[in-house]
């Protein structure tokens, strides 16, 4: 089986080695597997949640995309997109927001962080309804492709469960027995939950404790892991790897072999120095073929905007039909259907049945479709699909289209082709 798994970075600022451990590292691995379909996204409409800064969001964009493919991302082998470059995402967002309860967001963690912080104040200063609303947006990112997985910290896992939760409420509102929306589940690393910045907190542009992933070249690193926090303990004296926040940036980098003989020489007496040093080097390591290629894309902006007009292209080549099948499942449909049925209503005694649509699951757990006419007599036969969605969507657009459905679609003619075509333009004179 094939598993789907998205993955996105918000535009707010230049990426640090967090965002490289974290989730770009993970996700181009991920991406090479050939079990694993990835989408890889920049979050830009997040970004606007904190940042009124144009050019900075602007720059954060194009230094963000650059860092993925300076990485090693192969577009070919990816869906890698714009949040912004997808319009049918604000869509499903409205229509998710429509189903989900105040009082789900109202326990958003970045909602009552940011009410706390108003203590003894107005409990909404300062707080707009980007910020309220951004786990319905990110909800909105993940459904659009029913992505089966999403890596993240240990602090977004909430909200992947309130993704859950507005998936489970929205197939049983307008499911009608069948699941719109899969369930996706939060995938967090357990040795790298989250990477400490220099202060040991979570490394945050928040924080402003980052350490630059490519800004500023080796000396730029150099100096920010000089920065770390330590203890006071002199060369010489055991330091406790256990309780380092050098060390966990350490292991990032470091083969397990490296990872035990650095323990070994700071319970040894290893100087703090000394340990930045062999810090920066591990870094530096993999860092510098990257930082090279990452200069020549941010010289060329063009060939950036390219890759990405290409994947929002394949993006929205699924996110359109399954938003229309959405738009119908929750009643907005064309106003020319309605009125054919209730002007074909006084004639139906005299007009023969319509053929009918039937979707069913085989055995082998894929789903499937077919047109059957009178006596059950087979007209037309899809192939598998993966998903039960892909599959509606499918019955919805030959519903919607008729026989002019039939060029690329994923079916085989049981009949020829002119009765299957006179049988599927019927649902657009009576439907």
Same mark, same amino acid.
């Given at each position: 089986?094939?598993?789907?798994?998205?993955?996105?970075?918000?535009?707010?600022?230049?990426?640090?080695?967090?965002?490289y451990? =974290?989730?770009?590292?993970p996700?181009?691995?991920?991406s090479?597997?050939s079990?694993?379909?990835?989408?890889l996204?920049?979050a830009?409409y997040?970004?606007?949640?904190?940042?009124?800064?144009?050019a900075?969001v602007?720059?954060?964009?194009?230094? %963000?995309?650059?860092?993925? +493919?300076?990485a090693?991302?192969?577009?070919?082998?990816?869906?890698f997109?714009?949040?912004s470059?997808?319009?049918?995402?604000p869509e499903?967002n409205?229509?998710?927001t429509?189903?989900?309860?105040k009082?789900?967001?109202?326990r958003?963690?970045?909602?009552?962080a940011?009410?706390?912080?108003n203590?003894g104040?107005?409990?909404d200063?300062?707080?707009?309804? =980007?910020l309220?609303c951004?786990?319905?947006?990110?909800?909105?990112?993940?459904?659009?492709?029913?992505?089966?997985?999403v890596?993240?910290?240990?602090?977004?896992?909430?909200?992947?469960?309130?993704?859950?939760?507005?998936?489970q409420?929205?197939?049983?509102?307008?499911?009608?027995?069948?699941?719109?929306?899969?369930l996706?589940?939060a995938?967090?690393?357990?040795?790298?939950?989250?990477?400490?910045? +220099?202060?040991?907190?979570?490394?945050?542009k928040?924080?402003?404790?980052?350490?630059?992933?490519?800004e500023?070249?080796?000396?730029? !690193?150099?100096?920010?892991? @000089?920065?770390?926090?330590?203890?006071?303990?002199?060369?010489g004296?055991?330091k406790?790897p256990?309780?380092s926040?050098?060390?966990t !940036?350490?292991?990032a980098?470091?083969?397990?072999q490296?990872?035990?003989?650095?323990?070994?020489?700071?319970?040894?007496?290893?100087?703090?120095?000394?340990?930045?040093?062999? %810090?920066?080097?591990a870094?530096?390591?993999?860092l510098?073929?990257?930082?090279?290629?990452? &200069?020549?894309?941010?010289?060329?902006? &063009? !060939?950036?905007?390219?890759?990405? +007009?290409?994947g929002?292209?394949?993006?929205r @080549?699924?996110a359109?039909?399954?938003?229309?099948?959405?738009?119908?499942?929750?009643? +907005?449909?064309?106003?020319?259907?309605r009125?054919?049925?209730?002007a074909?209503?006084?004639?139906?005694? =005299?007009t023969a049945? !319509?053929?009918?649509?039937?979707?069913?699951?085989?055995?082998?757990?894929?789903?499937?479709?077919?047109?059957?006419?009178?006596g059950?007599?087979?007209?037309l036969?899809?192939?598998?699909?993966?998903?039960?969605?892909?599959a509606? @969507?499918?019955?919805?657009?030959?519903?919607?289209?008729?026989?002019?459905?039939?060029?690329?679609?994923?079916?085989?003619?049981?009949?020829?082709?002119?009765?299957?075509?006179?049988e599927?333009?019927?649902?657009?004179?009576?439907?």
């Amino acid at each position: 089986m094939t598993v789907r798994v998205l993955t996105g970075i918000t535009t707010t600022g230049t990426p640090h080695l967090g965002n490289y451990v =974290g989730a770009i590292r993970p996700a181009i691995a991920a991406s090479r597997r050939s079990d694993v379909e990835s989408f890889l996204f920049m979050a830009d409409y997040h970004a606007l949640v904190k940042c009124d800064d144009p050019a900075r969001v602007e720059e954060s964009r194009l230094a %963000l995309a650059a860092t993925w +493919l300076a990485a090693g991302l192969d577009p070919e082998r990816v869906v890698f997109y714009r949040q912004s470059d997808i319009p049918e995402i604000p869509e499903l967002n409205w229509l998710l927001t429509c189903v989900t309860p105040k009082g789900m967001m109202n326990r958003a963690h970045a909602y009552k962080a940011a009410v706390d912080a108003n203590a003894g104040g107005e409990p909404d200063d300062g707080i707009n309804m =980007g910020l309220f609303c951004y786990p319905m947006l990110m909800a909105a990112d993940i459904l659009m492709f029913n992505a089966h997985q999403v890596p993240v910290g240990k602090d977004q896992v909430q909200h992947i469960e309130m993704a859950r939760d507005i998936a489970q409420r929205f197939n049983h509102l307008f499911g009608r027995g069948q699941a719109l929306f899969t369930l996706p589940d939060a995938v967090t690393d357990a040795q790298m939950q989250l990477l400490p910045g +220099l202060d040991g907190r979570k490394m945050s542009k928040s924080y402003d404790n980052t350490i630059p992933l490519f800004e500023g070249g080796a000396k730029g !690193l150099a100096s920010a892991i @000089a920065r770390v926090v330590t203890d006071s303990k002199l060369p010489g004296e055991p330091k406790d790897p256990d309780t380092s926040h050098l060390v966990t !940036l350490f292991d990032a980098f470091a083969t397990p072999q490296e990872r035990a003989a650095f323990r070994a020489e700071l319970r040894a007496g290893l100087a703090w120095g000394e340990a930045k040093k062999r %810090l920066h080097d591990a870094i530096e390591r993999e860092l510098a073929p990257m930082r090279a290629k990452y &200069e020549a894309f941010m010289a060329r902006p &063009e !060939l950036i905007e390219e890759q990405l +007009l290409i994947g929002a292209r394949k993006a929205r @080549a699924i996110a359109g039909p399954f938003l229309q099948a959405l738009r119908e499942a929750v009643g +907005l449909r064309r106003f020319q259907a309605r009125a054919a049925t209730a002007a074909a209503a006084p004639r139906a005694a =005299g007009t023969a049945a !319509l053929a009918t649509f039937k979707q069913y699951r085989e055995a082998d757990g894929q789903f499937y479709f077919k047109l059957v006419g009178a006596g059950d007599t087979l007209l037309l036969q899809s192939a598998a699909f993966a998903q039960g969605r892909d599959a509606g @969507a499918w019955v919805g657009r030959f519903r919607k289209e008729g026989a002019a459905a039939l060029a690329g679609a994923p079916v085989t003619l049981a009949a020829d082709e002119a009765t299957v075509r006179t049988e599927l333009d019927r649902f657009l004179e009576v439907e």
